[in-house]
Nanobody, 126 residues
């Protein structure tokens, strides 16, 4: 079992920045790839970013590429999502999730992730 706790959400104006954190329990965190998803009211959960277990490979949704950065600190069992140049359409609950799959195909598919956090709210005003 892995427990995930997100933090760092809040309310910002368009153009602002936030850094989300995801704290993971367990000694095997460094062996998992991790992902971030988001869900806006009335919309389906959508992929945001993915990072390999060692942090060497990352993937991003086109909608956030160049504005968001995913990173991790395996010594601290933390995954980060730096949000910059925020837009009102980035408003959503942001979730981190564990990816234990052995390949990096379809990292955008929510069903490949095993454990999810409770989410943290990000609200961007215009």
């Amino acid at each position: 079992q892995v427990q995930l706790v997100e933090s760092g959400g809040g309310s910002v104006q368009a153009g602002g920045s936030l850094r989300l954190s995801c704290a993971a329990s367990g000694r095997t965190f460094s062996t998992y790839a991790m992902g971030w998803f988001r869900q806006a009211p009335g919309k389906e959960r959508e992929f945001v970013a993915h990072i390999s277990w060692g942090g060497f490979t990352t993937y991003y949704a086109d909608s956030v590429k160049g504005r968001f950065t995913i990173s991790r600190d395996n010594a601290k069992n933390l995954v980060y999502l730096q949000l910059s140049s925020l837009k009102p359409e980035d408003t959503a609950v942001y979730y981190c999730a564990v990816d234990r799959a052995s390949d990096y195909y379809n990292v955008g598919e929510a069903q490949r992730y095993d454990y999810w956090g409770q989410g943290t709210q990000v609200t961007v005003s215009s």
